[in-house]
């Protein structure tokens, strides 16, 4: 996951936009991520997906508005992310975290970024 974040800071500073393939290369690796290592991910690295889910979610949902070419596609990708981030918050909720303490934490990381 730290991999994921590295690229997504890469991604967020710059002053263009990334082309879909691109885009959808990086979803499809978050999701592979997911796939294979969701139940053994500690509560920090869970942090830092839900904030990549979320920024990805974001963008696909704003893309999915501009894009003539991919709007289906970028649909897709948005509601998988939807998917994801509320699989983990649900997730960091058993593990005893309050949605004030989610919503602090992937706060942080932005801040950070």
């Not at 979803?27 to 290592?37: F, P, S």
């Not at 939807?82 to 919503?103: T, V």
Request: overall charge negative; aromatic content about 10%; some cysteine.
């Amino acid at each position: 996951m730290d991999k994921l974040l590295e690229k997504l800071k890469e991604y967020l500073h710059m002053d263009t936009e990334i082309p879909f393939e691109e885009f959808s290369e990086y979803y499809r690796t978050l999701i592979a991520e997911l796939n294979q290592t969701f139940g053994d991910l500690d509560k920090d690295t869970r942090v830092k997906a839900l904030y990549i889910c979320s920024i990805v979610q974001s963008n696909a949902e704003a893309r999915a508005k501009e894009s003539k070419a991919n709007p289906k596609a970028y649909k897709k990708i948005s509601a998988k992310c939807a998917f994801w981030s509320d699989a983990i918050k649900f997730n960091l909720g058993k593990d005893g975290m309050s949605l004030e303490e989610i919503e602090q934490a992937t706060e942080e990381i932005n801040t950070n970024i």
